[in-house]
T-cell receptor, first 114, second 110 residues
Framework: EAQVTQNPRYLITVTGKKLTVTCSQN?????MSWYRQDPGLGLRQIYY???????DKGDVPEGYKVSRKEKRNFPLILESPSPNQTSLYFC?????????????FGSGTQLSVL | QKEVEQDPGPLSVPEGAIVSLNCTYS??????FMWYRQYSRKGPELLMY????GNKEDGRFTAQVDKSSKYISLFIRDSQPSDSATYLC??????????FGKGTRLHILP
């Protein structure tokens, strides 16, 4: 089954404790992206990657890191989480064939930073 | 002016009613227009897409784009309780960047 898998689904942590949210896709997609979703603010892009070893900042990259060492994986790293990073996070992937390509989303990671 | 504007709702309608969801946009470079549906505690899923002005129909759903007015709509006919979800409009420009609306929460009342 074609899917984007995120882990964990729920995470509660404390300020300053480094964490990683994993994302993996099994569709051989070149493009992967991280979004955060907050009430009243909608989906905002954090980082994206057009292919292996290529990453770019989205609209709200501060406080986040990413890496793309393999095509299927795109982890999101919070080196020193703060309460304003409490949010619902989504990983997404798609092909880059030009034209409209369907974006596949994971099921989300609800992060709470205390 | 924000690039994409969408009324967050919530919008509550009785079962069987016709639902109209709308977005406006300001960037004339957008060339693809999409609607994503997001159920509670799930990721968004692509519902419909179009790349030109006019209507596109798929079952009970119709997507409408008016590029001259920079206005897109999603109509749901014979609405069902299972249609209760958040609907996000999304638009893509020639650089492959997708901009999402904030989403409209829809409740279909049995």
């Amino acid at each position: 089954e074609a899917q984007v898998t995120q882990n964990p689904r729920y995470l509660i942590t404390v300020t300053g404790k480094k964490l990683t949210v994993t994302c993996s896709q099994n569709m051989n997609h070149e493009y992967m992206s991280w979004y955060r979703q907050d009430p009243g603010l909608g989906l905002r892009q954090i980082y994206y990657s057009m292919n292996v070893e290529v990453t770019d900042k989205g609209d709200v990259p501060e406080g986040y890191k990413v890496s793309r060492k393999e095509k299927r994986n795109f982890p999101l790293i919070l080196e020193s989480p703060s309460p304003n990073q409490t949010s619902l996070y989504f990983c997404a992937s798609r092909t880059t064939g030009g034209g409209l390509e369907k974006l596949f989303f994971g099921s989300g990671t609800q992060l709470s930073v205390l | 002016q924000k690039e994409v504007e969408q009324d967050p709702g919530p919008l509550s309608v009785p079962e069987g009613a016709i639902v109209s969801l709308n977005c406006t946009y300001s960037n004339s470079a957008f060339q693809y227009f999409m609607w994503y549906r997001q159920y509670s505690r799930k990721g968004p899923e692509l519902l419909m897409y179009t790349y030109s002005s006019g209507n596109k129909e798929d079952g009970r759903f119709t997507a409408q784009v008016d590029k001259s007015s920079k206005y897109i709509s999603l109509f749901i006919r014979d609405s069902q309780p299972s249609d209760s979800a958040t609907y996000l409009c999304a638009m893509e420009n020639r650089d492959d960047k997708i901009i999402f609306g904030k989403g409209t929460r829809l409740h279909i009342l049995p």
